[in-house]
């Protein structure tokens, strides 16, 4: 599978499954204030849609 074989509907489909405000991490880096951060966050979080965390399969940590 790629993305080119992807529809356009699986794809809007996945964003809304997985693009939530509690799957949602904000990082900021380098030389940025935090008041900047929180009002261009602010801008955008509008748009973020409300939901439930997506089910993950638990990662393996083995080790050797």
Known sequence: ???N???????RDFLARNYCT???????????RHAGVVKALANHARQ????TRPRCQPAETRQT
Do not use: S
């Open 5 to 11: 074989g992807i529809q356009r509907r699986q794809l």
């Open 48 to 51: 973020f849609r409300p939901g």
């Open 22 to 32: 509690t799957n949602t991490v904000v990082v900021a880096a380098g030389n940025v």
């Open 1 to 3: 599978r790629t993305l």
